[in-house]
């Protein structure tokens, strides 16, 4: 079965503190993994698409690699805005997508 | 930047009736999709739909629900005899490839 793990349910930062979310999935037939940013109320905001084992992408304070069973989004010296929750999610060859059930990131100041 | 339109951002159905929750797409892209999310819980996948037809629908997709693309810009869900577990966020999205999201319909059904 098509599966998608993330982890920590709920991580808690100071501010300029470094940490990893980590994603683990088993899918069939892996077409890309995506990475979004939910604020509440809100829909996911794109951050990443990574398509194969070694690939990395940045964006400002944000960094994810890929592996064949894991992806992991690295933050650098968050700050406070950057609190938000991170999804994590696996399309599959048949253009399903299948989403984690996300990491709540807490940035302290 | 371009964006994915929902509407209405808030809905209030009666159990039993039928809803409509509208997408306008970026105008460019190829695939588009439907997605929930019960509160507190994960996104799911409804449906996706590429070239006028369904390409691929979840086990949460079954004959209560329909997707349309109208005219060439409109993407619309519907939703038949509505079910209080019916009550999510519904959001829609659109990739070429990369998927931006709308910023989703809250249904209530009551």
């Known amino acids: 079965e098509d599966q998608v793990t993330q982890s920590p349910e709920a991580l808690r930062l100071q501010e300029g503190e470094s940490s990893s979310l980590n994603c683990s999935y088993t899918v069939s037939g892996l077409r890309g993994l995506f990475w979004y940013r939910q604020d509440p109320g809100k829909g996911p905001e794109f951050l990443f698409t990574l398509y194969s084992a070694g690939e990395e992408k940045e964006k400002e304070r944000l960094k994810a690699t890929l592996t064949k069973k894991e992806s992991f989004l690295h933050i650098t010296a968050p700050k406070p805005e950057d609190s938000a929750t991170y999804l994590c999610?696996?399309?599959?060859?048949?253009?399903?997508?299948?989403f984690g059930a996300g990491t709540r990131l807490f940035v302290k100041a | 930047e371009p964006e994915v339109t929902q509407t209405p951002s808030h809905q209030v159905t009666q159990m039993g009736q039928e809803v409509i929750l509208r997408c306008v797409p970026i105008?460019?892209?190829?695939?588009f999709y439907w997605y929930r999310q019960i509160l507190g819980q994960k996104v799911e996948f409804l449906v996706s739909f590429y070239n006028n037809e369904i390409s691929e629908k979840s086990e949460i997709f079954d004959d209560q629900f329909s997707v349309e693309r109208p005219d060439g810009s409109n993407f619309t869900l519907k939703i038949r005899s509505t079910k209080l577990e019916d009550s999510a966020m519904y959001f829609c999205a659109s990739e070429q490839p990369g998927y931006t999201f709308g910023s989703g319909t809250r249904l209530t059904v009551v």
């Open positions: 999610a696996a399309s599959t060859g048949g253009f399903k997508t299948i």
């Open positions: 105008s460019n892209h190829l695939y």
